[in-house]
């Protein structure tokens, strides 16, 4: 999970160097890739405030931020570009593309059909826990995926709001 490790009380700078150093970077190593981390957050001026001040999409752009730009080799993103503006998104969809460029397995989860569309090249269908499609053919997946949910929407019952201002 993005930010897992971060402590609320501790400054952005200082999660930056506790969540490298979680990810196996050395402080040297951190060192040379703080500048970058920082700037493709877009927190110079917040760097060091607590986190704890952070709005939620300023926590996930700075835990993102710490994760690309350590080199994985598998990069795992859950909903976390739901968050953000479009500009941070768009950041990190083409930084992305980049690792993906390296070689990089990138394992997004999401609801985001668009997404899946425009970047996946394989997508696995998941309904309570089972796998329901596992294919390269990613507008199949997603059609199949948007039909189930149009099903079960289908079939649940939706209670009536109760009228409070009429007794």
Not at 35 to 58: C, H, N, Q
Not at 63 to 77: G, N
Not at 101 to 115: N, Q
Request: with cysteine; hydrophobic share 40%.
């Amino acid at each position: 999970e993005l930010g897992a490790g971060f402590h609320p009380d501790f400054t952005g700078r200082e999660n930056v160097y506790l969540n490298g150093a979680i990810l196996g970077l050395s402080r040297d190593e951190i060192d040379a890739r703080f500048g970058r981390i920082v700037a493709f957050a877009g927190l110079e001026e917040f760097i060091d405030r607590p986190v704890k001040t952070y709005s939620s999409g300023m926590y996930v752009r700075l835990a993102f931020a710490v994760q690309a730009c350590v080199d994985p080799e598998i990069l795992i993103v859950d909903e976390a570009l739901s968050v953000g503006d479009i500009g941070f998104q768009y950041k990190c969809f083409k930084r992305m593309e980049a690792l993906r460029e390296k070689g990089v397995t990138i394992l997004m989860v999401t609801h985001s059909t668009g997404s899946i569309l425009e970047y996946a090249d394989r997508c696995i269908v998941l309904d309570g826990g089972r796998v329901i499609h596992d294919t390269p053919d990613v507008l199949a997946a997603v059609l199949a995926y948007e039909k189930g949910m149009m099903s079960q929407a289908q079939t649940q019952q939706v209670e009536p709001v109760p009228d409070s201002d009429r007794d």
